[in-house]
């Protein structure tokens, strides 16, 4: 999602996973904007209610964890307090202990940013990477972005 005209930004509505979160006043920096760094914990609040999927339900199993290896993150435009931020959040690929996960943010309807990061299943004991179960496989499959 990288080089993308504005035209051709997603809109909240291509992403099978949605969620928000209310921006605070201490999110803002001194120019009055929201700061960079917020947009990642907004980003993360996508990542987490998808893994928090009752089927997936990343922070209750016993076996498995989910680590970030890689955060890719497009500011497109300022993001500005008050208000509410939308994530979209689906899953690009699925690898064997690996997915690549495709978001964007929102206000207003305005995409604020688009963000692309690898998530990999480790094992809770080995903290190695594990294979994703094809009954979690299956999961994250109803999760792919449709292809433009």
């Known amino acids: 999602m990288t080089d993308l005209p504005k035209s051709d930004?997603?809109?909240?509505?291509?992403?099978?996973?949605?969620?928000?979160?209310?921006?605070?006043y201490g999110d803002m920096d001194t120019q009055g904007h929201v700061n960079n760094a917020v947009f990642t914990t907004l980003?993360?609040?996508?990542?987490?209610?998808?893994?928090?999927?009752?089927?997936?339900?990343a922070w209750k199993n016993g076996a498995y964890a989910y680590v970030i290896a890689?955060?890719?993150?497009?500011?497109?435009a300022e993001l500005v307090w008050p208000g509410l931020v939308h994530v979209g959040t689906g899953v690009k690929s699925i690898g064997k202990s690996s997915m690549v996960l495709e978001q964007a943010l929102y206000q207003d309807e305005k995409c604020v940013a688009t963000a692309q990061s690898v998530?990999?299943?480790?094992?809770?004991i080995s903290h190695r990477p594990e294979p994703i179960t094809?009954?979690?496989?299956?999961?994250?499959?109803?999760f792919l972005l449709k292809s433009p």
């Open 134 to 142: 094809a009954a979690t496989r299956a999961i994250l499959e109803g």
């Open 70 to 76: 890689r955060l890719e993150v497009d500011y497109r």
């Open 43 to 57: 980003l993360e609040t996508g990542r987490t209610s998808l893994l928090s999927h009752p089927q997936i339900n």
């Open 9 to 24: 930004l997603p809109k909240l509505g291509d992403f099978p996973a949605q969620d928000y979160d209310k921006l605070r």
């Open 119 to 124: 998530m990999v299943q480790v094992g809770k």
